[in-house]
């Protein structure tokens, strides 16, 4: 397993980072969250005052922050500027505003960049929304987690601080539609990639149905 790259894509709420995070922890390898790291420059920029709806802005601070990010599935490491993100990157403000700053394509160019980096020789479980098709394409396992609307917009509300169920289901469609339509890297299915319906599975069982496609696949 030392080489092995598990790609894990899927929208928001489809259960993608407590899969991850126990896929790796049953299989001893690292894991990354990438959505953090969009995450974590768009708090970054919100707390410097830039104008998000402005790309020009977003792209001209794209490189200032520095980000730490690490890869142990039980213990959550995000820092900007050595300043601890963890919590403060999952509030709603920075959820409303993530979309706009992840569709710039210098944010996207760096952190691609950093994330094969983390990457390096394998051996790491990596979530996000466009792994298998474009941070890590040669991955041996590719898996597309989906779920039902309402399942999604529960599971977010269950992460998020400040926010209702109902907010989170208006939220996260305005999301997969930006995510899906954005010219840069947009949320796509890798064509090889499993689809995994997580709706009415709870997460043991999510864990389970991965690690027979790993089994599988490698």
Avoid: C, F
Wanted: proline share 4%; charged share 25%.
């Amino acid at each position: 397993m030392t080489g092995l790259v598990v790609a894990m894509d899927g929208p928001s709420g489809s259960g993608k980072s407590s899969a991850s995070r126990g896929v790796a922890r049953a299989l001893g390898l690292r894991y990354l969250d990438t959505g953090a790291m969009y995450r974590a420059i768009t708090w970054w920029m919100l707390q410097q005052g830039v104008d998000l709806t402005d790309p020009g802005a977003i792209a001209a601070r794209a490189l200032d922050p520095v980000l730490t990010l690490g890869t142990d599935p039980d213990l959550a490491v995000v820092a900007v500027d050595g300043v601890d993100a963890v919590a403060p990157i999952r509030t709603a403000e920075v959820t409303a505003a993530v979309s706009a700053v992840s569709a710039v394509p210098e944010v996207r160019h760096r952190l691609v960049a950093e994330q094969r980096e983390i990457i390096g020789s394998g051996g790491i479980v990596v979530e996000g929304r466009d792994i298998g098709t474009v941070v890590a394409p040669g991955a041996a396992v590719k898996i597309y987690l989906t779920a039902s609307a309402d399942a999604r917009a529960l599971r977010r509300t269950a992460e998020l601080t400040g926010t209702t169920v109902a907010a989170q289901r208006a939220a996260m469609a305005r999301r997969d539609t930006l995510d899906s339509t954005r010219k840069a890297d947009p949320l796509a299915k890798a064509a090889d990639a499993v689809e995994l319906d997580t709706t009415a599975l709870n997460l043991e069982e999510v864990i389970a149905e991965i690690l027979r496609v790993i089994k599988e696949k490698a």
